[in-house]
Nanobody
């Protein structure tokens, strides 16, 4: 089992920044890929960014150049630095382990105001 706890969401003005954190615990030794997803009201959950154990990253086109995913393996924590936030970034953000549908955090809300 893997447990994930997100933090760092909140209300921010357009153009502002937030940093999300995801603390992982449990059987994480086999998890090679960590990811952030988001879900806006009335929309499907979508992939935002992923990072491998080796640090290889991948981003959705909508966030490239604005968001940065990183991980601290010693702390079992994954981060999502979000800059130049837009209204359309408003969503609940979820951490995922291994791109496995069994392993989700509880989510953290990000609201971007005009």
């Amino acid at each position: 089992q893997v447990q994930l706890v997100e933090s760092g969401g909140g209300l921010v003005q357009a153009g502002g920044s937030l940093r999300l954190s995801c603390a992982a615990s449990g059987s994480i030794f086999s998890i090679s890929v960590m990811g952030w997803f988001r879900q806006a009201p009335g929309k499907q959950r979508e992939l935002v960014a992923t990072i491998t154990n080796g640090g290889r990253t991948n981003y959705a086109d909508s966030v490239k150049g604005r968001f940065t995913i990183s991980r601290d393996n010693a702390k079992n924590t994954v981060y999502l630095q979000m800059n130049s936030l837009k209204n359309e970034d408003t969503a609940a953000y979820y951490c995922n382990a291994g791109l496995d549908s069994r392993y989700w955090g509880q989510g953290t809300q990000v609201t971007v105001s005009s």
